[in-house]
């Protein structure tokens, strides 16, 4: 199985990216698919998942959207209204568990992509 992030970069206040999981190895319609972020010296963070529906940790509901491309295999993760606390690594990452923010109950993970927020 294989996670491939792509898409952060720099961005001011206030602009959007949006941030490309492809899965290689998994079907992503089969699994939970999510995203984290860890900012430096925190720990990894929950920010999204779908499958049968979506869920969102508060602090970014409402300005970013999870979604996924079954076709391609890909899942997406775009931000809106981007703040400079949104500053982290972004990891993609696949697990059996519907509803679950915990970091050991995702089994496979990306390498990550960095996203920088300036104010």
């Known amino acids: 199985v294989q996670l491939q992030a792509s898409g952060g970069g720099l961005v001011q206040a206030g602009g959007s990216l949006r941030l490309s999981c492809a899965a290689s190895g998994l079907t992503v319609g089969s699994y939970v698919m999510a995203w984290f972020r860890q900012a430096p010296g925190k720990e990894r963070e929950f920010v999204a998942a779908?499958?049968?529906?979506?869920y969102y940790a508060n602090s970014v509901r409402g300005r970013f959207t999870i979604s996924r491309d079954s076709a391609k295999n890909i899942v997406f993760l775009q931000m809106n209204n981007l703040k400079p606390e949104d500053t982290a690594v972004y990891y993609c990452?696949?697990?059996?568990?519907?509803?679950?923010?915990?970091?050991?109950?995702?089994?496979?993970w990306g390498q990550g992509t960095l996203v920088t927020v300036s104010s």
């Open positions: 779908i499958r049968w529906s979506t």
């Open positions: 990452a696949a697990g059996p568990k519907f509803g679950t923010t915990v970091v050991s109950d995702y089994d496979y």
